[in-house]
Nanobody, 120 residues
Framework: QVHLVESGGGLVQAGGSLRLSCAASGRTVSKYATGWFRQAPGKERRFVGLIWTGGTTDYADSVKGRFTISRDNAKNLVYLQMNSLKPEDTAVYYC??????????????WGQGTQVTVSS
């Protein structure tokens, strides 16, 4: 069992940056693939990216080149660095731990989410 808590969301202007953190407790987060998903109002939750246990990363095409996922094993933290933010990036962002992949059913553990709002 792993408990996840996201933080770092907020309001930012288009073109700005934010860094989200996902703090894990209960088990070492590096034993899981950790994914980031987001859900905009009225839309389904969608894959953003993930970091595999080995440290490699994958991203959705919509964020590739702008977002970067990293992990601090010593602090049991996973980060989502978001640059060149666009209004369409506005959503609640969730981190999740599990087997990995781009679908929600591959993740057993979820955080509560953090709101990111990008103004134009």
């Amino acid at each position: 069992q792993v408990h996840l808590v996201e933080s770092g969301g907020g309001l930012v202007q288009a073109g700005g940056s934010l860094r989200l953190s996902c703090a894990a407790s209960g088990r070492t987060v590096s034993k899981y693939a950790t994914g980031w998903f987001r859900q905009a109002p009225g839309k389904e939750r969608r894959f953003v990216g993930l970091i595999w246990t080995g440290g490699t990363t994958d991203y959705a095409d919509s964020v590739k080149g702008r977002f970067t996922i990293s992990r601090d094993n010593a602090k049991n933290l996973v980060y989502l660095q978001m640059n060149s933010l666009k209004p369409e990036d506005t959503a609640v962002y969730y981190c999740a731990a599990g087997l990995g992949g781009d679908t929600q059913d591959q993740y057993a553990f979820w955080g509560q989410g953090t709101q990111v709002t990008v103004s134009s």
